[in-house]
């Protein structure tokens, strides 16, 4: 839809006019307050993200510390050269993910049930 040509001046003075009008201040308090709930929901989003990636890899972490056991020395260049090809799939497996938009944290939102995430487990 084509916007109207509107003269610089009428749009100053209807900018004025609503600065100085005497609600100008609670529509500009009710804006902000829009806005920060906004952001304030944004933060939380993120927040959740943040604890659901930390988690996952903690939880991770713990049982492939628990789980994998020492290897000989002689195993040892071989255990390498399969983590790193491990590892390059990994990577490719991840860089699939992010391009179809695809995240853990929505993931784990799906299948959990609300409330469950602030639940001691």
Request: aromatic share 4%; net charge neutral; glycine share 6%.
């Amino acid at each position: 839809m084509p916007r109207a040509r509107v003269p610089q001046a009428q749009v100053v003075e209807a900018a004025l006019a609503s600065h100085l009008s005497a609600d100008g201040a609670d529509r500009l308090e009710a804006a902000l307050a829009r806005r920060l709930d906004r952001m304030t929901r944004a933060i939380e989003r993120l927040e959740r993200h943040e604890t659901i990636g930390n988690e996952a890899l903690a939880l991770f972490v713990r049982f492939w510390l628990t789980s994998t056991p020492p290897l000989p020395d002689s195993a040892l260049p071989a255990a390498q050269a399969k983590g790193r090809e491990r590892y390059d799939g990994f990577v490719e497996a991840l860089g699939r993910r992010l391009a179809r938009g695809r995240s853990l944290a929505d993931e784990v939102s799906r299948d959990v049930q609300p409330g469950e995430l602030t639940s001691n487990a």
